[in-house]
């Protein structure tokens, strides 16, 4: 086995779905599935046995759902990235999932190349999201708090913000200083000092404080 390989668990209550991907995934270059699992408690446990580094979760599963999962391998395994597959892309499940530690978010049409993408990005610690629901998850990158209303951000990213940097501004105003962000997002300090220059830049603020303000007074928080 190559050392390149990305180690993957995937988690579904369906057989079919979990042999499908496991199929699918087994064709990709730099991607092996090193485990399968029919629902929370089974996805922890086959990421542990196998040294997972992502775990392709569902979130509708039986006894254990891809949500305590996900928070529970946030703590026990942080090395081990979430990526969701599922169904549903409702905010009932979109901002439970990412504030239990979910690292990229897909729905199940999702094609083998762009699975295969978010994957590879997931493992790298960026964050991937689904065109469809990439405006709620930035939305929902909050505290352990309430969440916001689906009203909050615009679905289009004011001032030619990028995804990532909402991302950073959103963490900027919940009082996250740059090595926090860091940690959080899992980059370099020099990555982070890019995208709050490019904020500050775009935003026009001139310190923190001023970015907070414009994250406010544009729903990010």
Do not use: W
């Amino acid at each position: 086995m190559s050392a390149q390989q990305i180690r993957v668990v995937v988690a579904d209550d369906q057989r079919v779905v979990r042999d499908g991907l496991e199929t699918v995934l087994g064709l990709l270059s730099g991607i092996e599935v090193v485990g399968t699992a029919e629902d929370g408690d089974a996805a922890v446990a086959a990421a542990a046995a196998n040294d997972a580094d992502v775990v392709l979760m569902d979130l509708r599963m039986p006894r254990t759902d891809g949500v305590d999962a996900t928070r529970r391998l946030r703590d026990e395994r942080p090395a081990t990235r979430v990526l969701v597959l599922t169904t549903f892309a409702d905010d009932d499940v979109l901002s439970p999932a990412l504030r239990a530690g979910a690292r990229g978010y897909l729905t199940k049409d999702a094609g083998a190349d762009e699975i295969a993408a978010a994957i590879r990005a997931v493992h790298r610690g960026e964050t991937y999201l689904d065109a469809a629901v990439q405006a709620r998850l930035v939305a929902a990158v909050v505290d352990e708090g309430d969440v916001p209303e689906p009203a909050g951000p615009p679905a289009g990213l004011p001032d030619e913000l990028t995804p990532r940097e909402a991302e950073v501004l959103t963490l900027i105003a919940r009082g996250l200083s740059n090595s926090e962000i860091c940690a959080e997002l899992v980059v370099s300090t020099a990555t982070v000092k890019t995208h709050v220059n490019r904020i500050f830049m775009k935003t026009g603020a001139r310190d923190r404080a001023q970015a907070v303000r414009y994250a406010y007074e544009h729903g990010f928080v």
